[in-house]
């Protein structure tokens, strides 16, 4: 089950969707016409209520940690995907250890909508595999 957030630009808050199986989550999803909120931003020549838009998906792993995949509006054609795991480090100065971080991220922006369907894919499936080798840090500048 996946507990879900859909943040609009023209709302302040966001609607949760609690305890949604996998069909829910995908036709959630699917409702999100990223090209079309993005032209609506613009047509309005104003502030939206949150400058923010997003489809964010939480589910438990394995383990019973939480894991997040949000996938957000950029710009008109691209999107940006976070995605959110605990997840061992090394860290230390002088000596190094390995230490968990519960909220590791990963941000890429500037994203293909396809991509973005085939990373919810993969989160629904628990492919941790699939995430972990194709999302990595990537920042783009805004096009406008």
């Not at 020549?45 to 394995?62: A, L, Q």
């Not at 995605?83 to 971080?101: H, S, T």
């Amino acid at each position: 089950m996946y507990d879900i957030k859909i943040q609009s630009p023209f709302d302040r808050y966001p609607v949760a969707h609690p305890d949604c199986n996998s069909e829910k989550a995908m036709h959630l999803y699917q409702q999100m016409d990223w090209e079309r909120i993005y032209r609506e931003i613009e047509e309005t020549r104003s502030s939206p209520e949150s400058p923010f838009y997003y489809f964010e998906i939480n589910r438990k792993n394995n383990l019973g940690e939480l894991e997040t995949l949000c996938i957000s509006g950029f710009d008109a054609y691209t999107i940006g995907i976070g995605y959110m795991r605990p997840k061992m480090e090394r860290k230390g100065f002088f000596v190094k250890k390995d230490v968990l971080n519960p909220k590791f991220s990963t941000q890429m922006d500037g994203m293909e909508i396809p991509f973005a369907l085939s990373c919810l894919e993969a989160f629904m499936k628990g492919d941790t595999n699939y995430l972990e080798e194709n999302l990595h840090n990537r920042r783009v500048p805004l096009r406008l």
